[in-house]
């Protein structure tokens, strides 16, 4: 089988043009999955963000339980020695009483200060 020139040239242009049409098509393909992708990592971006602001956030709401629970222990505290202060005033008896309370209340006061990083007064520090 010969080809005359003009053949060649036709089926040289017909594969250029293949080629052409094949890359196109596979342009048209990369870009609609870039389409497709392009939400989901607006979302992931905008998670990520959340995700940011919730760590910081939670941080926050641990100081601030922190801070409710010691509340809570400094109330139960005050109050148990209001009862017994009330109580002696009354009937100026429970004084047994009012040492264990003035006793709890050391032990608290001192719990808090070790907590807090306080030293007593009167105690050496290494």
């Known amino acids: 089988m010969n080809f005359t ?8 242009c017909g594969l250029i043009g293949a ?6 098509l596979i ?10 992708k392009g939400p989901i990592a607006d979302l992931d971006k905008r998670i990520s963000a959340l995700e940011h602001k919730t760590d910081h956030y939670e941080h926050f709401f641990n100081n601030d339980k922190r801070r409710i629970e010691y509340l809570e222990r400094t109330m139960s505290v005050t109050i148990r ?20 309370v003035e006793k ?17 007064y009167g105690e050496k520090t290494e």
Do not use: M, Y
């Open 5 to 12: 020139t003009e053949q060649a040239i036709l089926v040289i």
């Open 19 to 24: 080629a052409i049409t094949l890359i196109t």
């Open 27 to 36: 342009e048209k393909i990369a870009s609609i999955i870039t389409l497709a």
């Open 81 to 100: 020695a209001q009862f017994a202060l009330v109580r002696h005033a009354i009937n100026g008896n429970d004084i047994d009483q009012c040492r264990a």
């Open 104 to 120: 709890e209340l050391q032990e608290f006061l001192s719990n808090q200060g070790q907590e807090r990083g306080w030293i007593p």
